[in-house]
């Protein structure tokens, strides 16, 4: 059963604290994805890793960074958290073009 | 420059009715299009998707209908139920293993 893994659920930080999310897939694929999803704006690309320690920045990186030294886990920093990252940050896991999401976590920052 | 554009962003369709979900796109040279949905507090899933050698995909009450020459497609659901009220997204391909996501139709099915 082809599973992407999200944890925690929901997080409530304040302003200043680190955060870290954490990602799983079963499925050995090499390429994951990192993604924010605020209302009216869709999916937006935060990073994507290629596979172990090959990461790259997407669409609005600044304010995170990632980590990936295992295949199947792909974790999400914020240091010094901000008020506006607030969102729902969701993980996906690839083989080529069909992505495979999880079910995401909800970070409320104070 | 947004790649991927949705219409409308919210639709309310009647059960039993036919739902028109619109997309175009900027880059001529985007060659798979997946439409994923998401219903609330999960993860978007893929629905159906088409490459761009094709005009039309299928799959159950589920249509993509793709114009390659003026860069449009459009999912259309027939029979509409109140399970398919949920966000579709649209998104393109390129490479790179990189999808460019449309912001989404939210899609309300009365019963």
Same mark, same amino acid.
């Given at each position: 059963?082809?599973?992407?893994?999200?944890?925690?659920?929901?997080? !409530?930080?304040?302003?200043?604290?680190?955060?870290? @999310?954490?990602?799983?897939?079963?499925?050995? /694929? &090499?390429?994951?994805?990192?993604?924010?999803?605020?209302?009216?704006?869709? @999916?937006?690309?935060?990073? !994507?890793?290629?596979?172990?320690?090959?990461?790259? &920045?997407?669409? !609005?990186?600044?304010?995170?960074?990632?980590?990936?030294?295992?295949?199947? /886990?792909?974790?999400?920093?914020?240091?010094?958290?901000?008020?506006?990252?607030?969102?729902?940050?969701?993980?996906?896991?690839?083989?080529?073009? &069909?992505?495979?999401?999880?079910?995401?976590?909800?970070?409320?920052?104070? | 420059?947004?790649? #991927?554009?949705? =219409?409308?962003?919210?639709?309310? #369709?009647? $059960?039993?009715? +036919?739902?028109?979900?619109?997309?175009?796109?900027?880059?001529? +040279?985007?060659? %798979?299009?997946?439409?994923?949905?998401?219903?609330?507090?999960?993860?978007?899933?893929?629905?159906?998707?088409?490459?761009?050698? =094709?005009?039309?995909? $299928?799959?159950?009450?589920?249509?993509?209908?793709?114009?390659?020459?003026?860069?449009?497609?459009?999912?259309?659901?027939?029979?509409?139920?109140?399970?398919?009220?949920?966000?579709?997204?649209?998104?393109?391909?390129?490479?790179?293993?990189?999808? %460019?996501?449309?912001?989404?139709?939210?899609?309300?099915?009365?019963?």
């Amino acid at each position: 059963d082809m599973k992407v893994t999200q944890m925690p659920r929901y997080l !409530i930080k304040r302003m200043g604290e680190n955060v870290l @999310l954490e990602c799983g897939q079963d499925m050995s /694929h &090499e390429t994951m994805y990192w993604y924010r999803q605020d209302p009216g704006l869709g @999916l937006q690309l935060i990073y !994507i890793s290629y596979d172990v320690d090959s990461n790259s &920045e997407g669409d !609005i990186p600044k304010g995170y960074r990632v980590s990936r030294k295992k295949r199947e /886990h792909f974790s999400l920093i914020l240091d010094s958290a901000k008020t506006n990252q607030t969102s729902v940050y969701f993980c996906a896991s690839s083989l080529s073009a &069909e992505q495979y999401f999880g079910p995401g976590t909800r970070l409320t920052v104070l | 420059q947004q790649q #991927v554009r949705q =219409s409308p962003q919210s639709l309310t #369709v009647w $059960e039993g009715e +036919t739902a028109i979900l619109n997309c175009s796109y900027e880059d001529s +040279t985007f060659n %798979y299009f997946p439409w994923y949905q998401q219903f609330p507090g999960e993860g978007p899933a893929l629905l159906i998707s088409i490459r761009s050698v =094709s005009d039309k995909k $299928e799959d159950g009450r589920f249509t993509i209908f793709f114009n390659k020459r003026e860069k449009k497609l459009s999912l259309h659901i027939t029979d509409s139920q109140p399970g398919d009220s949920a966000t579709y997204f649209c998104a393109a391909f390129l490479n790179y293993n990189v999808l %460019y996501f449309g912001s989404g139709t939210k899609l309300t099915v009365e019963p």
